[in-house]
Nanobody, 121 residues
């Protein structure tokens, strides 16, 4: 059983940056593909980015070029560096662990509790 805890959310001005962290425990972190998802009020949870066990990455079109996903297996942590935040980015951001390098929520087995990101204009 893997436990995931996100941190780093908060309020930022449009155009600003935040770095989210997700600390894992209770499993072999390096064996999982790690994803970031987000959910805004009234919307479904959607894919943001994924990083594989081998450090391959993939991004949604709406964040590509602005967000960067990375991982530190020694610290059992995955990160999401978010730059040039805009009014479409506010949401609760979740990290997830799974066995597939995928964008669908159903392919991830473990989820964190989420961290809120708010962008002021």
């Amino acid at each position: 059983q893997v436990q995931l805890v996100e941190s780093g959310g908060g309020l930022v001005q449009a155009g600003g940056s935040l770095r989210l962290s997700c600390a894992a425990s209770g499993g072999t972190f390096s064996s999982y593909n790690m994803g970031w998802f987000r959910q805004a009020p009234g919307k479904e949870r959607g894919f943001v980015a994924v990083i594989s066990r081998g450090l391959s990455t993939f991004y949604s079109g709406s964040v590509k070029g602005r967000f960067t996903i990375s991982r530190d297996n020694a610290k059992n942590t995955v990160y999401l560096q978010m730059n040039s935040l805009n009014p479409e980015d506010p949401a609760v951001y979740y990290c997830a662990a799974g066995s597939a390098f995928a964008t669908e929520t159903r392919t991830y087995n473990y989820w964190g509790q989420g961290t809120q990101v708010t962008v002021s204009s």
